[in-house]
């Protein structure tokens, strides 16, 4: 909150005090937002002991089964910005489409099994849609990534029904199973350009994963043998993680094959100890050339605890090493989660089905956890974010008295609002200045004297006008 603290020093001679604290969420904690009617603010708790890196937090929280909130935070847990959607929104993020910072999320509708169908969406700095990005050749893009590349193009997951021979592993002869497709996607054009099925190079016996009553190939239980999460260009490969196989992938982008297994029951690499990982999400590998996993290390209540670990990879020489993890010994994520690494080498930790986050200290210490981010959170990050929304500001105002009126303001996804300005009148064309205040939370509240008309602004750390709202007749 360090521009919050400055802007304080530099419009401490605007700033006046009246009989309301300056900065007031409307209605009390708990209650809804005056300015966004039905939308209550989220109950996160932070708790912060050291230095976070900068920018803020992008998390999803889940309200129910089938519908999620994309929310970027400060560190102190307040939203910045609130997407509310009756459909499953998973994975918000910052990435770069043709040269600019954009905000990109799946949303859609979730699947039993734990799968989805649904498009990536792309926002610009405005938060106005400039692509939606769907998979191609028949199946429906997968709630488990959607990631940008810097060829215009856009890295999905489906999970399309297929018949396949279970009898190995108990099934059926024609069973019903989940293939893995992996597609490349011009996001301009969606011309699919890359499609990739994982049954096609995987043997249903790598799965770890037992048949379950409803979940065994027969028809309406179809079973899912390997369940890729994440995707990522790897140089003149793709470096894939499969939960129920347990096990990381290197596929050769030319031909589709598999040039290596980590983990699993054919892994390529000697696994053991503290390298043993099992169930894992997110593989990354890193610009120093180690890869990262989160380690959600249980299926059952009683294993884990989870971590976020960093691996050393000799390829050529088949070896792994354990450079460092993170893990505070007592967060369980039974399904979901991912490892960040932060520029100032700072490790954000999602930790998925808890509903929790964890910024370590490049040593391993925890520097802030936030809490409470609903039903769990399917990935969280940390990025710089600059947002102005194309919508002005939102006013509402309120009788307060025979003489005043509660005036409340916020301005959905607007970065570096410092403090708010209220300007009132008779006439909407002649305003003056009633109060400036401190922005300290998402919707900021301030009783004024009565007027015809009033026109909220928002300022900057350096008392600059960043938005304006339309005059509201009273």
């Known amino acids: 909150m360090a521009g919050l603290a400055g802007g304080a020093v530099l419009l401490s001679g605007a700033l006046t005090r009246g009989s309301d604290p300056p900065g007031t969420r409307a209605g009390g904690d708990g209650e809804g937002y005056v300015t966004m009617p039905g939308v209550r603010p ?29 929310m970027i935070v400060d560190d102190e847990g307040e939203p910045v910005w609130i997407h509310r959607s009756d459909r499953l929104v998973t994975d918000v993020r910052v990435q ?68 396949a021979d279970m009898r190995p592993i108990g099934g059926p002869r024609d069973g ?13 054009t969606g011309e699919v350009l890359f499609d990739w099925s994982a049954l096609d190079h995987l043997d249903i016996e790598e799965t770890l994963t037992p048949l379950s009553e409803g979940a065994d190939g027969t028809e309406g239980k179809p079973f899912d043998p390997i369940h890729v999460n994440s995707v990522q260009d790897d140089g003149d490969a793709l470096l894939l993680s499969a939960r129920n196989s347990c096990a990381l992938y290197s596929l050769d982008r030319r031909t589709g094959e598999v040039r290596w297994r980590m983990g699993g029951r054919r892994s390529d690499f000697p696994i053991g100890g503290r390298l043993e990982f099992a169930w894992q999400h997110d593989a990354r590998r ?31 020489a088949r070896r792994v090493t354990l450079v460092r993890e993170f893990a505070d010994g007592r967060t369980f994520g039974q399904y979901m989660g991912n490892t960040q690494v932060l520029r100032d080498g700072n490790v954000l930790v999602g930790w998925g089905s808890t509903p929790a986050l964890t910024e370590f200290a490049g040593d391993g210490r925890p520097v802030l956890e936030i809490t409470g981010i609903g039903q769990g959170s399917y990935r969280a990050y940390r990025s710089p974010w600059t947002g102005r929304p194309a919508a002005g500001p939102a006013v509402v105002a309120e009788p307060a008295g025979d003489d005043r009126m509660r005036v409340h303001v916020s301005w ?16 909407a064309s002649r305003l003056a200045v009633a109060e400036t205040v401190r922005r300290t939370r998402f919707e900021t509240s301030a009783t004024v004297r009565r007027a015809r008309y009033v026109v909220a602004e928002a300022v900057a750390v350096d008392g600059s006008v960043l938005g304006r709202s339309a005059p509201l007749a009273v």
């Open 176 to 188: 019903r199973v989940l293939d893995n497709r992996v597609q490349e996607v011009d996001v301009r």
């Open 412 to 427: 959905n996804g607007a970065t570096g609002v410092a403090a708010w300005r209220f300007l009132t009148g008779s006439d």
């Open 96 to 163: 770069t489409f043709e040269g600019e910072p954009v905000l990109t999320y799946w949303e859609g509708v979730r699947r039993p099994g734990g799968y989805g169908y649904g498009a990536g969406v792309v926002l610009d700095r405005n938060y106005e849609r400039v692509a939606e990005v769907r998979a191609g050749n028949g199946v429906e893009a997968d709630l488990h990534e959607f990631l940008l590349t810097d060829r215009g193009t856009a890295l999905l997951i489906a999970y399309p029904e297929v018949a």
């Open 286 to 316: 890193q610009p120093d050339g180690t890869i990262t996993i989160f380690d959600n290390r249980f299926a059952e209540d009683g294993e884990g605890p989870s971590r976020g670990m960093v691996l050393d990879v000799d390829e050529a």
């Open 42 to 70: 989220p109950e996160l708790k932070a708790r912060r002991s050291g230095r976070t890196a900068p920018g803020l937090l992008l998390l999803t929280a889940f309200r129910g089964t089938d519908a999620a909130d994309a």
